[in-house]
């Protein structure tokens, strides 16, 4: 179980490594949106902020990820992330949907792993 956690989590870190790499260094064109996810993209790029401070959350947790140091703290900061892309996907773009919800079943497999961590922060 050691080793099935170490792969999901380095796994997820470059996951999340590269789709903010690719943000911020331009590394693939931007997909072409329709519908209501193009009504909803374009008012997440007008917020001029909100896209780069995820992707920023992206790459803390993934280097965090892949290096093995505060997975504990990356698991609790990138969930509600995830949970976004998963919910984004899940309505607004469905044919990427599975890629949202492998990556949200591994933050909440990381989580359950290290739940020993957390067990102080539900402690009255």
Known sequence: MKITTIVIRVLIGLFLIFAAMSFF???????????????????????????????????????SYV???????????????????????????PETLWIAALLFIGNLFLIYRYWNNYKSVFTP
């Open 67 to 93: 290096i093995g140091r505060y997975v504990t703290l990356a698991n609790i900061v990138i969930l509600p992330v995830t949970l976004n892309i998963l919910l984004i996907n899940y309505f607004l773009s």
């Open 25 to 63: 260094l331009k590394l693939a064109p931007e997909p072409v949106t329709t519908g209501d996810f193009k009504a909803f993209n374009t008012g997440l790029i007008a917020s001029t902020y909100l896209i780069p401070l995820a992707k920023a959350v992206e790459l803390l947790c993934g280097i």
